[in-house]
């Protein structure tokens, strides 16, 4: 995805608020603003860990990279991704894939990223691509950086302290439903679950898990493989799929503020990724996007 200096500031007004964080936009920072940043999610924000899978769900080959320096890395981008321009705002390096061999340590203190592309809430979600990293195997995996952490820092207060002012990213959903309940020939879900009793299944697997900074799903019904289904008009997105989206992020929103009330002593965030996306397909000048 490319970036420009609007999203860049929309970014920042974001850790401000909800975070508590300074940033810049001009790209130099001091000191990191955090110590650290644990990444988990789907191709959004993967960099590189299913390089080493037996899955179609790679990228690490042209197009993709095409914009970077660094050609192909993984990313399902044409440069960078939300996780990289995050890491650009807050002073921290990228993260490491935790697919990297030997990762393990004093590499692990400023973050790892355990996205794995094609990966969902649910298990089986996307098998029918190959492998991937569900959401409950990347959190077990974060457990096992956890506490070789824990072993590096001794534990007690400097531990909690680290903890404490780090962030958990986690993007989650959109394969649970392109990569699953959109797909019944594959899939029994549909047939299973209404769309509003879908979204909370979701939510009751998702809760299970490590929450702290939440990304909501964006307008997939916009995204070019549910448009060229034909079950919408001529360069319209397909409303349908659009709208049943509704029930899983407004469940997600309601879920953060239950969070924040039961657990004083973190910050929870719901990030808005259906508005930001829909502000970008309504306005694309605003964002550097249109012809080249």
Known sequence: MATNHAFDVFLCW???????????????????????????????????????????????FYPYGIDSVQGPTGRFSNGKTIVDVLCDLLGLPYLPAQSIAGLNGTALLG???????????LDETGQHLGERVALSQQVMNFEGDWNQLRTLMGGGRTFSQYLARSIVVM???????????????????SYNYAPQDFANLLLNH????????????????CIPEQRSAGTAPPDRCVDQVNQMLGYFNEGLRSLVQQLN?????????YSNTYAALGDILNSPSRYGCGPR
Do not use: E, W
Request: net charge negative; hydrophobic share 45%; glycine share 10%.
């Open 261 to 269: 009330t039961n657990h004083p002593g973190a910050i929870f965030a």
């Open 206 to 221: 998702y809760t299970r898990q490590i929450l702290f900074l939440l990304a909501g799903i964006a307008p997939l019904g």
């Open 14 to 60: 974001f850790l401000a608020a909800k975070l508590d964080l300074y940033c810049s936009t001009t790209g130099a920072l001091g000191a990191p603003q955090i110590p650290a940043m644990f990444v988990f999610g789907d191709s959004l924000v993967d960099d590189g860990n299913n390089n080493v899978r037996a899955t179609v769900a790679q990228s690490n």
């Open 171 to 189: 993007v989650f959903g959109s394969n649970d439903y392109i990569n699953n309940f959109l797909l019944p020939a594959l899939y029994s879900s």
């Open 111 to 121: 973050g790892v990223n355990y996205a794995s592309g094609n990966a969902g809430i």
